[in-house]
């Protein structure tokens, strides 16, 4: 069988036996993986402290190609992120990358750019220069970005229409604003404030252009932002079919 090393974050660590441990992986070759680490709840493990949630590492894995938890051999640690678990907001705002990413990214499903954000992301809340849930809400956009889930923000999705001024509405099955006469055929839509759906237009457009949004939040009020978490809650709670366990916090 071969062996690989591979890019991870760890985003979910569970215990098997009295000494051996399942992780979890983003991976950056091949989305998620799920291994088991023999021996990895000894003191004196092979793996050290690198099976941490959260880590980022390099690791070195016997892939099962026939499916199955692939074996562990051994790990390094590349990047530690010792502030952010240090404070709690920061914290919060990993763990929720953690559990989008363990959620959403599906095995042999490889997403290097995902990847990339997401360690950019730890690194920004442990950098503590962001606000952490402002900082999500990039993370988010990223993230639906990558897996095809782009919310269209600039004109009707039904007629094209380009999106007027004033309040307009969000319809999540079709994942973008609706004009009034369009919004009749749609089952679950939202409204939105301009000041929302308009920063939510220039963040993804930030994205999409290889900057990062926060020259377009550093100039938004609170309450513009909190509409935007909350609109971006709803919809990634749509498009999966249940609330991530830590948007209670972010939308706060
Ligand atoms: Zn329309």
């Given at each position: ?88 907001e920061?914290?919060n705002g ?37 606000q952490p849930k402002d900082r999500l809400v990039v993370?988010e ?49 939202r409204e939105l404030q301009e000041s929302c759906w308009k920063l939510a237009?220039?963040l ?12 377009e939040l550093?100039s938004v009020e609170e309450a513009t932002r909190r509409e935007v978490r909350r609109w971006l809650g709803e919809y990634l ?10 948007l209670g916090w972010q939308e706060g």
């Amino acid at each position: 069988m071969p062996l690989e090393t591979v890019d991870a974050l760890v985003v979910r660590v569970s215990d098997w036996s009295e000494t051996s441990r399942i992780v979890t992986l983003f991976t950056r070759q091949h989305g998620k993986m799920r291994a088991l680490a023999k021996g990895g709840r000894r003191l004196r493990s092979p793996f050290e402290s690198s099976l941490d949630l959260l880590n980022h590492d390099r690791m070195v894995l016997i892939r099962k190609l026939t499916g199955g938890l692939h074996l562990l051999t051994e790990s390094s640690q590349v990047g530690r992120f010792s502030f952010l678990k240090r404070d709690l907001e920061a914290l919060n705002g990993a763990y929720l990358v953690a559990e989008l990413l363990g959620d959403w990214v599906e095995e042999n499903d490889p997403h290097p750019a995902l990847f990339d954000a997401a360690v950019t992301c730890l690194q920004d809340l442990d950098g503590g220069a962001w606000q952490p849930k402002d900082r999500l809400v990039v993370f988010e956009l990223k993230l639906l970005l990558e897996l095809g889930y782009r919310p269209e923000l600039s004109g009707c999705v039904g007629c094209g229409k380009r999106a007027e001024r004033g309040v307009a509405a969000f319809a999540f099955a079709s994942g973008g604003l609706v004009c009034r006469e369009c919004r009749r055929s749609q089952r679950g839509w939202r409204e939105l404030q301009e000041s929302c759906w308009k920063l939510a237009g220039a963040l993804v457009a930030d994205l999409e252009a290889g900057r990062d949004g926060s020259g377009e939040l550093g100039s938004v009020e609170e309450a513009t932002r909190r509409e935007v978490r909350r609109w971006l809650g709803e919809y990634l709670s749509w498009i999966r079919g249940r609330r991530p366990r830590l948007l209670g916090w972010q939308e706060g």
